[in-house]
């Protein structure tokens, strides 16, 4: 397989990288407070949101690699939601400014580039242009 022909794998690839990172740093915090710790007084669902991450993110991987259009799926809601609960954190309750600016990238470049993976893995490759 050439990325050349099927840019698929790099773009799942890139995903991949990024949430097993994002993983890591969620899997660092349960290992240091428990999968029980109230992020020093946030709301449930925003606890319980950002604990499950920790596993969440760790089965996109596996998916991306796996089970493309899966993946795929995942990848992309887990990043619309994981942005729009840190924008509402954010705004509550104050922003980490360089991970939230990397998350909202991480963002754009996922609704920039899934529809290209996805016409790939669903063997409905984009179309050249053709030449005027």
């Known amino acids: 397989m050439k990325i050349a022909r099927n840019p698929s794998f790099l773009i799942r690839l890139i995903y991949a990288i990024c949430l097993a990172g994002a993983s890591f740093n969620h899997a660092r915090i349960v290992a ?3 999968l029980g710790w109230n992020y020093d007084g946030l709301p449930v669902f925003v606890c319980v ?3 499950a991450l920790t596993f969440v993110d760790a089965l996109a991987v596996i998916l991306l690699m796996t089970k493309p259009l899966l993946g795929l799926s995942l990848a992309t809601a887990i990043i619309v939601c994981d942005v729009v609960v840190n924008a509402w954190v954010g705004t509550r309750y104050g922003f980490d400014v360089a991970s939230f600016v990397a998350q909202a990238l991480f963002l754009v470049f996922v609704i920039s580039t899934v529809s290209i993976a996805w016409r790939f893995e669903s063997g409905r490759p984009l179309r050249q242009h053709a030449r005027a």
Do not use: R, S
């Open 32 to 34: 240091a407070h428990g």
């Open 49 to 51: 949101f950002w604990t």
